[in-house]
């Protein structure tokens, strides 16, 4: 129990974790930078709300990590606090090699949840995927291993689409409980996002009526050919 010799108690951090596609198609037709706009304004409103005095979306710190998904996957940046974020010019693009190893990328994350710091009453991390395009490896096992954590299946996911290329099944698959959205409206979705995790019991959210995968997803093969365990796969 906490006294009052004790001192105010240490607000936990929110992890906000952005996927970075940085396959050579993005850098093409400008995509590589919708997608620093996207990162860019999401910081840009976060500082202009603070200026003028608007209450944040979590109380306590957040720490930003950027993994880099092309031909393998990179941390680009780590648990840094978010007032000292900023976008990079040279995340833009990755190796001269059109890949995009989505599912390593889905691992690594469930890896590096999985090891943070963060205690019991911590608010559920943040997850936003920013891409143009179509996964070169096998994403469903790497979503599997995500939602085979716990964090990883209580996170919150946000999928940021870059052109008219980005697969929607993956998109859903990800973020069943968030439609995917593009460049221009990620400050605000993001923002949303991190209230839901703040706030988990004031998200509109009703469990009971969320269509499984294989309905709303038309993930037969994926079922099947995976011996999928939904009830402990979905990340619900």
Not at 31 to 40: D, G, M, T, Y
């Amino acid at each position: 129990m906490q006294t009052e010799t004790d001192g105010p108690a240490e607000i936990p951090p929110l992890h906000l974790v952005w996927l970075l596609d940085r396959s050579s198609s993005m850098v093409e037709a400008g995509k590589q930078f919708a997608a620093r706009f996207a990162v860019s304004e999401y910081v840009a409103g976060t500082r202009q709300d603070a200026a003028t005095g608007a209450a944040p979306p979590y109380a306590g710190p957040t720490l930003v990590s950027v993994l880099g998904v092309s031909a393998g996957v990179r941390w680009l940046c780590e648990s840094t606090p978010l007032e000292d974020f900023g976008w990079n010019d040279s995340w833009s693009a990755g190796p001269p090699v059109n890949a995009t190893d989505l599912g390593a990328a889905f691992r690594e994350v469930a890896d590096r949840l999985a090891v943070l710091s963060m205690p019991q009453r911590s608010p559920a991390a943040v997850i936003v995927l920013i891409t143009d395009g179509q996964p070169t490896d096998d994403w469903r096992a790497g979503l599997r291993a995500l939602d085979a954590t716990a964090r990883g299946r209580s996170a919150v996911r946000l999928a940021v689409r870059i052109g008219d290329d980005a697969q929607d099944q993956v998109m859903r698959a990800f973020s069943p409980q968030r439609d995917s959205c593009g460049s221009m409206d990620a400050r605000y979705e993001v923002t949303a996002a991190l209230y839901d995790a703040a706030h988990p019991l004031e998200a509109d959210v009703d469990a009971a009526h969320r269509p499984s995968l294989e309905d709303e997803f038309g993930l037969d093969d994926y079922v099947n050919d995976h011996d999928y365990d939904e009830e402990a796969s979905i990340a619900w």
